[in-house]
Nanobody, 120 residues
Framework: QVQLQESGPGLVKPSQTLSLTCTVS??????????WSWVRRPPGKALEWIGY???????YYNPSLNSRTSISRDTSKNQFTLQLRAVTPEDSAVYYC????????????WGQGTQVTVSS
């Protein structure tokens, strides 16, 4: 059974960098052909895909967030990390990490989600 757990600060100041880590257990983030993704849900809005890091190590980001987003991984800890730069209050959301089977938002495992608020 694959499990994912997000961790990171719940409050970030405007213009700073939001950094969240997803720790994966029950499966290796370098195995098979999965895509390890970050997704968010702003209040009152639909789910928004942020980007992923594939098992191969390649990354792909939502074009609307591409200039501010980086996703990296630590294979020794079986973790992957989201960094979102220059945040504004519009980046406040519940952030989820998830495993995507195909790279097309076909998720089979999710973390529980973590609330991040951008405020001074």
């Amino acid at each position: 059974q694959v499990q994912l757990q997000e961790s990171g600060p719940g409050l970030v100041k405007p213009s700073q960098t939001l950094s969240l880590t997803c720790t994966v257990s029950g499966g290796s983030i370098t195995a098979d052909s999965y895509y390890w993704s970050w997704v968010r849900r702003p209040p009152g809005k639909a789910l928004e895909w942020i980007g992923y890091i594939a098992a191969s190590g390649s990354t792909y980001y939502n074009p609307s967030l591409n200039s501010r987003t980086s996703i990296s991984r630590d294979t020794s800890k079986n973790q992957f990390t989201l960094q979102l730069r220059a945040v504004t209050p519009e980046d406040s959301a519940v952030y989820y990490c998830a495993r995507d089977k195909t790279g097309s938002e076909d998720y089979d495992y999710w973390g529980q989600g973590t609330q991040v608020t951008v405020s001074s």
